[in-house]
């Protein structure tokens, strides 16, 4: 099936910073998303991307879907405490078959 | 947003009973819905997906005759884990698709199965 490749795995930053993350994989996709993820708790949608190209924002989050279908970045700006946890992407290529890649673990020290 | 309800929130059972874990979907009817296994420190990976009155789709590798899927209503299913052993804990989660919100996936909040 599709792989995709998120990274940085971990990130350890101080707050009011800014922070990027990005999802790459060699198969083509028609939606992105990004979720987010505390501890003990579901993923929570952050963002959806439908086209390629697509620049979206979200208060202090922004995500784009890679002009080439297979990549996406988010950056969150002004990183505050409540920022930490697990962020997802995930792409889809129809209603049924959505993939996630592996997280990225934020650490915001205040 | 639409909401995803998951009961129970915890369970702990010994090796060998079964297990049923709810998924609701409160406020929306739900297309689909989807089973999620999610291990400590990794993601996210499906299960199955399952439209309500039909028989659910299995992923490869995902033992059907053990995690018994039903589907009997546009707002609920139940994922049963049978004859569970201790490498069946994991984190389970639901989630359910709403036409209205382009077929986007709401999760629940997830069910934390312990096996002793």
């Known amino acids: 099936g599709q792989q995709l490749n998120q990274s940085p795995q971990s990130m350890f930053i101080q707050e009011g910073e800014d922070v990027s993350m990005n999802c790459t994989s060699s198969s083509i996709f028609n939606t992105w998303l990004w979720y987010k993820q505390d501890p003990g708790e579901g993923p929570v949608l952050l963002i959806a991307?439908?086209?390629?190209?697509e620049l979206t924002s979200n208060g202090r989050l922004t995500a784009q879907f890679g002009i080439t279908r297979k990549d996406s970045f988010l950056n969150i700006s002004a990183s505050i405490p409540s920022d930490v946890g697990i962020y997802f992407c995930?792409?889809?290529?129809?209603?049924?078959?959505?993939?996630f890649g592996a997280g990225t673990r934020l650490t915001v020290k205040p | 947003g639409a909401v995803v309800s998951q009961h129970p929130s915890r369970v702990i059972c010994k090796s060998g009973t079964s297990v049923k874990i709810e998924c609701r979907s409160l406020?929306?009817?739900?297309?689909?819905m989807f089973w999620y296994r999610q291990f400590p420190k990794q993601s996210l990976m499906l299960m199955a997906t399952s439209n309500e009155g039909s028989k659910a789709t299995y992923e490869q590798g995902v033992e059907k005759d053990k995690f018994l899927i039903n589907h009997a209503s546009l707002t609920l299913s139940t994922l049963t884990v049978t004859s569970a052993h201790p490498e069946d804990s994991s984190f389970y989660i639901c989630?359910?698709?709403?036409?209205?919100?382009?077929?986007?996936?709401?999760f629940g909040p997830g069910t934390r199965l312990t096996v002793l």
């Open positions: 995930a792409g889809r290529v129809n209603n049924n078959d959505m993939r």
């Open positions: 989630s359910a698709t709403e036409r209205l919100s382009y077929n986007e996936q709401f």
């Open positions: 406020d929306f009817q739900a297309t689909t």
């Open positions: 991307l439908y086209k390629a190209g």
